[in-house]
Structures are given as C-alpha cells and as structure tokens.
C-alpha cells in the first residue's frame, strides 16, 4: 500500500523560511512526476511547484523566484524549500507524486494528508 508522508510545515513570520518533505513508501516500482499543491482556506487546491523525473521542473507564477522544489530519488522523496514566505503563502500544502506499483501499469495519482504553513507575525 503506497503512503505519502510529509513534514516541515509550522508557523513562520513574514520573510522567513521553511522546508517541506514528502516521502513515498509501499510497494513502488517508479515514480513519475512529483508535486506540491496548497490550498488556502475557502480557496480551491492549486498547484505550487512540480518536478518530472527528468528533472524539468515548473512553478506557479506567484512563488517563482522564492521557492525550489526537488527531489531525492532514491529516497522516494520530494522536497520544497520555502523563502521569503508571505503572509498569502499560508495554507495546507498537500504532496502529489505519480506513481506506478508495476512496470506494465499506468502511473496513478497518490496524495499525503496536508501539512499546515502559516505565515503570520
């Protein structure tokens, strides 16, 4: 049984910065692209920073230059680095990775349970 396990979240004032990890377990064959996507409260989810497994990555508009995603392959293990967060930051942010269990099956969609970021003074 594939699980997605992240941390990192917390409070942090205005311009500060955090870590987020995601680690993949069960029983994985390969991992396509993994992601972060947040949502703010009344707010729909919305996609943050991704990372295929070629290495390219993308961003939303409103964190480029502020926050990196990557990821440890041999790790099952997504990452994003936080910096000068601001206040509109704050929500729960939420690991994606595309994940197949079998070399012949499609990839599917797997999500973690959220971490909370607050950006507050």
């Known amino acids: 049984q594939v699980q997605l396990v992240e941390s990192g979240g917390g409070l942090v004032q205005p311009g500060g910065s955090l870590r987020l990890s995601c680690a993949a377990s069960?029983?994985?064959?390969?991992?396509?692209?993994m992601g972060w996507y947040r949502q703010a409260p009344e707010k729909e989810r919305e996609l943050v920073a991704r990372?295929?497994?070629?290495?390219?990555?993308e961003y939303a508009d409103s964190v480029k230059g502020r926050f990196t995603i990557s990821r440890d392959n041999a790790k099952n293990t997504v990452y994003l680095q936080m910096n000068s967060l601001k206040p509109e930051d704050t929500a729960v942010y939420y690991c994606?990775?595309?994940?197949?269990?079998?070399?012949?099956?499609?990839?599917?969609?797997?999500w973690g349970k959220g971490t909370l970021v607050t950006v507050s003074s």
């Open positions: 069960g029983g994985i064959f390969s991992i396509d692209a």
């Open positions: 990372i295929i497994s070629g290495g390219s990555t």
């Open positions: 994606n990775m595309e994940i197949k269990v079998y070399r012949f099956l499609a990839a599917k969609s797997y």
